[in-house]
């Protein structure tokens, strides 16, 4: 039979190792395209969105040279505010309900 102090080891290396393992996942950009490239988002490996690019044609396929620069920043820091705030909420819901499964016990590595 194991041990007390032995369980408390092996469970705060494998904390450490966890934590290790989420860092690097935050540290890892994974890139996504649109089929024709006119759209390109990057995520990190936690599947958080870091970021999101827009050529002209996305905007305006028919007449691209009538989109502006300052336009598409624009829509870009737009469309990356409304992502951002609706992964807060999923993130906030996501946390209250864990918290009401665990009993308000932190679990490391769940939320």
Do not use: R
Request: no cysteine; glycine share 8%; net charge neutral.
């Amino acid at each position: 039979m194991m041990n007390m102090g032995n369980l408390m080891k092996q469970f705060g290396q494998m904390q450490k190792k966890l934590t290790q393992a989420q860092e690097e996942l935050k540290a890892q950009e994974l890139t996504g395209y649109a089929p024709n490239k006119s759209v390109t988002v990057v995520v990190d490996g936690q599947k958080n969105f870091k970021s999101i690019k827009l050529t002209k044609e996305a905007i305006n396929p028919e007449n691209p040279q009538s989109v502006d620069d300052e336009t598409v920043e624009m829509l870009e820091d737009l469309i990356t505010q409304a992502i951002n705030e609706a992964n807060k909420k999923a993130s906030s819901v996501f946390e209250n309900k864990m918290k009401g499964l665990t009993g308000g016990i932190n679990i490391p590595g769940l939320f």
